[in-house]
C-alpha cells in the first residue's frame, strides 16, 4: 500500500474515522460555511447554463426569423402588403421594428400629415423616433439575464476562495486543537478549501466565456437592426417625396 492510501486510511484526529476523499465525502465534512458556499456555486452554475442554452437556441432563432423577414422584405413586395402579412404584433424584433414604422406611417399619412416639406420631415423624425423605441426595447428583452452570466463569471472564483480561506482557517483550528500537524489532520479541511475553489472555477469560467460570446452576438443583431431601421427609413423617406 502506497503512502498516500495510508494516510487516507489513518484515523482522523486521534478518532476511528476515515477521511473520505470522494466528491461527496469531501461535501459531506465540510463545514456549514464551506457546504453553503459550494451549494451556492453550484446553483450559480446550473443556472447560468440554463441562460447561455435559452440565449443560443433564441438568437439562432432570430438569426433565421431576420433573414427570413429580409428576404421577403427585399423581395418586391409592397410595404402595404407586408405590413399586412406581418400583422400589428409580429414574433421577432426586425418585423416588430417594421410593424410599428408602418404604424406611424399609416396613422400620419392617412390625417393629412405629410403633405408639406415640414410635415415630411417631423413625419420622418418620428418613425425614427418609434423604431428607436422599439429595438431599445426588444434588445432590453434579448440581453435580459446576461448580466446574471456577467455576475457569476466576475465573482464565482472570489466567492470559492472564500470557502478556501475557510476551509484553511478549520485546518489550522484542527491544528491547534489536536497539536498534531500530520496529514491526517490537515488534510480534510485543504481538500475541502480545494474543492470550493474548484467548483468556483467550474461556475466561473463558463459564464465568463459565454457571456463574451454571447455580448458579442447581441451586439451584432442589434448592428443588423439598426442598419435595417437606416435602410427602411430612407425608402419611406423616398416615397413621401415622390408623393408630393
Sequence with gaps: MDAFAQVAGAPLGGGTGTMDL???????????????????????????????????????????????????????VSLEDLYDRVGAKPDDPMSSIFAAAMREWRRSVSKGLASSATARAALRQRIEQVMGVTIQREMEAIEKRLGFLATVGANATFVGLFGTVWGIMNSFSHIAQSKNTSLAVVAPGISEAL????????????????????????????????????EFITILSRQLEEQV
Excluded at 206 to 226: D, F, H, M, T
Design 22 to 76: 470522494s466528491v461527496y465525502g469531501l461535501f459531506m465534512q465540510a463545514d456549514w460555511v464551506v457546504k453553503a458556499i459550494m451549494i451556492l456555486l453550484l446553483l450559480a452554475s446550473f443556472w447560468s447554463w440554463a441562460i447561455i442554452f435559452e440565449k443560443v437556441l433564441r438568437l439562432r432563432s432570430l438569426k433565421r426569423s431576420a433573414q427570413a423577414f429580409e428576404d421577403t422584405f427585399w423581395s418586391g
Design 195 to 230: 474543492f470550493a475553489t474548484a467548483i468556483g472555477l467550474v461556475a466561473a469560467i463558463p459564464a465568463a466565456g459565454a457571456y463574451n460570446i454571447l455580448s458579442g452576438q447581441v451586439s451584432r443583431y442589434a448592428q443588423q437592426l439598426e442598419a435595417f431601421a437606416g
